[in-house]
């Protein structure tokens, strides 16, 4: 039910740079059967440390009875893009966090695997495996993630600072109450190449381990795998950083990408 003189979704994006954010208004203003308002959190100017607190402030002022945020670089593929994530995601039942792109709870021979339909770069290439259906996650990306505003007023972000791992706290969070994250498949393309991982990224990741990691035996994002227990949890995250770098340069080269792609799925498959 759409809030009392509000609307179904609030659509929460924060801008650093104006022109992408009028590009993606524009794009948006094309979406047909989707009742939304959009709330822009204005940040040119570093007027927030950390997207947690960006998306409080908004969400506060959000009248929806859905919570969406997203990224000012996402651009929609046919103008039904949006309308059909928006009505897959209202078919859930209680769920706790909900997006585009993710990574599942069990792995084989402990890879991670990107499960998502998005594209992804200037290029506008395929990034994972594709789904068909609704899939249950671990965790989501932050390109795109949806919550009830219910649940937001419960559970809002945490006080970290930065800009990184906030939908995946969210979706860690979720999972202590007992509640599931799931994606959904999308005609979205996401502009960005997803190069933004950095020691901040790093040091905002060893920090989601030492506050969630006694309830995970990892956790597993769109980028890597996160170990929680023993030795490993202190040198793995600059192991994947690593990792992460060499793959985000690998994505810039389609032909490349996509033969990597296929060597892994002879080896390295969710688990069933």
């Known amino acids: 039910m759409t809030n009392k003189n509000g609307h179904k979704f609030s659509i929460i994006t924060i801008v650093n740079r104006e022109n992408v954010y009028q590009e993606f208004k524009s794009e948006l203003s094309k979406q047909k059967d989707v009742d939304y308002e959009l709330i822009k959190v204005n940040n040119d100017k570093n007027q927030f440390t950390s997207a947690r607190k960006a998306y409080n402030n908004a969400a506060k002022k959000a009248s929806g009875e859905y919570l969406a945020f997203l990224h000012p670089d996402i651009r929609f593929l046919d103008n039904y893009s949006l309308s059909d994530i928006f009505s897959k995601i209202e078919k859930i039942n209680d769920f706790g966090v909900a997006g585009i792109a993710g990574c599942p709870v069990k792995l084989r021979n402990g890879h991670y695997i990107l499960l998502t339909t998005l594209k992804q770069g200037e290029k506008c290439q395929d990034i994972g ?107 793995t995250p600059w192991t994947r950083f690593v990792q992460s770098i060499v793959m985000m340069h690998i994505r810039r080269n389609p032909k490349l990408y996509h033969t990597g792609q296929k060597i892994k799925h002879i080896f390295i498959k969710p688990e069933e």
Not at 146 to 169: L, T
């Open 129 to 235: 495996d594709d789904i068909y259906d609704t899939t249950e996650v671990q965790t989501v990306d932050e390109c795109f993630f949806v919550m009830k505003k219910d649940f937001w007023e419960k559970v809002p972000f945490s006080n970290i600072k930065g800009w990184h791992f906030y939908a995946v706290e969210q979706c860690l969070r979720a999972l202590q109450l007992n509640k599931k994250n799931y994606i959904v498949p999308a005609r979205i393309w996401h502009k960005s190449d997803g190069a933004s991982e950095n020691i901040q990224y790093v040091k905002i990741g060893k920090e989601i381990v030492r506050r969630y990691g006694n309830d995970f035996p990892y956790i597993n994002t769109t980028v890597s795998k996160w170990e929680t227990h023993g030795l490993k949890k202190y040198y």
